[in-house]
């Protein structure tokens, strides 16, 4: 069962109850009265700034790996699609940059830097 904070309208007590969720709103323990309102407990609800936070780091890191990987277009369509959901400033000057960004025509060709071989004596 969950521990829910009240306080009396009163004389303003707080105090903790050990309840179900349908059970009636408790008396003040102090005064006796039955005007008391249930007050927001801090791990009831979650912050939507943390939550927005969150959730656009992770979109932007599955775009960053579209692009690691060179799916440029696909980038492009996640980023679509995420815009509608999660409208912030990064998300969409990410969007407007890849816009921008022509594709490279013959995909991408990783270059073999330095090779190494051994001299036979």
């Not at 801090?42 to 969150?54: C, K, L, N, Q």
């Not at 959901?85 to 013959?106: F, W």
Request: charged share 35%.
């Amino acid at each position: 069962m969950p521990i829910y904070e009240f306080r009396c309208e009163i004389c303003g007590h707080v105090f903790e109850r050990i309840q179900k969720m349908d059970d009636p709103w408790p008396a003040c323990p102090k005064c006796g009265e039955d005007k008391v309102f249930k007050l927001p407990s801090v791990f009831g609800f979650t912050d939507a700034a943390s939550f927005r936070a969150e959730r656009e780091q992770a979109i932007l890191k599955r775009a960053r790996d579209y692009l690691i990987d060179g799916k440029v277009k696909d980038a492009r369509r996640f980023l679509s699609r995420a815009q509608e959901y999660v409208k912030t400033d990064r998300i969409n000057r990410l969007s407007e940059a890849l816009n921008k960004r022509k594709p490279v025509k013959g995909g991408y060709i990783s270059r073999t830097e330095l090779v190494v071989t051994k001299k036979k004596d």
